[in-house]
């Protein structure tokens, strides 16, 4: 029944740009804290940003600050990331990910609901 789906990813060259998507059904979209992680390969999975469950706060890892941005529309039960002037180490698979208590969080086991990931490739 929950389902959680991301797209918008793809391949782009440094300094470029990609849209996120991240698209929510089966919960109560609104009381969720909905965060992006990243994960490349032989790497630990990474918090890359996070937005409270009303829009209000958001949160980014200070590698991405500047450069990318959260928002959400609860009407749309959707969070999306915008990612610009894009850099070769960003390339990952994106997850969206979903939180039900006590505000955002880095830590992966904090979240409730997954997405299955959407590709990122930053390359020349």
């Known amino acids: 029944q929950v389902q959680i789906v991301e797209s918008g990813g793809g391949l782009m060259q440094p300094g470029g740009s990609l849209r996120l998507s991240c698209a929510a059904s089966?919960?109560?979209?609104?009381?969720?804290?909905i965060a992006w992680f990243r994960q490349a390969p032989g790497k630990e999975r990474e918090g890359v940003s996070c937005?409270?469950?009303?829009?209000?706060?958001?949160y980014y890892t200070d590698s991405v600050k500047g450069r990318f941005t959260i928002s959400r529309d609860n009407a749309k039960n959707t969070v999306y990331l915008q990612m610009n002037s894009l850099k070769p180490e960003d390339t990952a698979v994106y997850y969206c990910?979903?939180?039900?208590?006590?505000?955002?969080?880095?830590?992966?086991?904090?979240?409730?609901?997954w997405g299955q990931g959407t590709q990122v490739t930053v390359s020349s």
């Open positions: 089966g919960f109560t979209f609104y009381y969720y804290n």
């Open positions: 990910a979903a939180k039900s208590t006590y505000g955002c969080s880095r830590r992966v086991n904090d979240y409730n609901y």
């Open positions: 937005i409270s469950s009303g829009g209000s706060i958001t």
